[in-house]
């Protein structure tokens, strides 16, 4: 894989000083903080403190679920994150509205600072990708449980020509990280379960991985 072609990977779900520590050592492209209803959930003050100690190179993305656009626009445009995901029932209205308060405070394209998730159960998953103004996609994998972060993937076999970036994400981990950039060849992977011990971010899981993924590419 040439460096062009480079797999991006995100680590989701940073929320202690350790976990930036570890990024910062093995140096992902990605890392993600979490503001909805999570157990991984961090406060806007939270994200602020340790967004601040992240290395410059790795993209901070907001993670967020229905949440009012004024704070997502907030938090990209005081420089907390560069990227805001929205992992819930957003709709091409609220996008609008969004992109309208972040024009508003002087991005002049905001769909390049936008992942819009999508939880996939079947094949008729796909047929709204095409839908969202947002550049990017985010894959993960449907559950009752949870909107991401469970561990659960889905059957990439229904991931056919997509005509944007998509990050894969969804029980990606060390003994399947080769086969999803083989198989799939998805701009980026996300990650986060898979690199925790006891629900926290595991510093030798996250080299493990990094170490994995680079020596494949």
């Excluded at 004024?70 to 994150?81: N, P, R, S, Y």
């Excluded at 998953?125 to 947002?134: H, I, P």
């Excluded at 086969?179 to 799939?184: I, T």
């Amino acid at each position: 894989m040439s460096e062009k072609q480079k797999v991006k990977v995100k680590i989701c779900g940073l929320r202690r000083l350790e976990d930036v520590e570890a990024v910062n050592r093995y140096r992902p492209d990605y890392v993600g903080f979490v503001f909805a209803r999570s157990k991984r959930q961090v406060t806007p003050d939270e994200a602020k403190r340790l967004s601040g100690k992240i290395r410059p190179d790795i993209r901070r993305v907001g993670v967020f679920v229905d949440q009012s656009p004024e704070l997502l626009a907030q938090l990209l445009l005081d420089g907390t994150v560069d990227f805001l995901q929205l992992h819930g029932a957003e709709d091409a209205a609220y996008e609008q509205t969004l992109s309208q308060l972040l024009r508003e405070g002087g991005i002049r394209k905001p769909q390049e600072h936008l992942i819009k998730a999508y939880r996939i159960r079947g094949r008729e998953d796909f047929e709204n990708l095409g839908q969202t103004m947002c550049k990017y996609l985010l894959l993960d994998a449907y559950s009752v449980k949870c909107e991401g972060g469970n561990g659960e993937s889905f059957d990439w076999s229904l991931i056919t020509r997509i005509q944007k970036p998509f990050f894969l994400a969804g029980g990606i981990g060390l003994n399947n990280v080769e086969a999803a950039v083989k198989d799939v060849r998805p701009y980026g992977v996300d990650v986060s379960s898979s690199l925790e011990t006891d629900g926290y971010k595991d510093e030798t899981k996250i080299k493990q991985f990094m170490e994995r993924i680079r020596s494949y590419e």
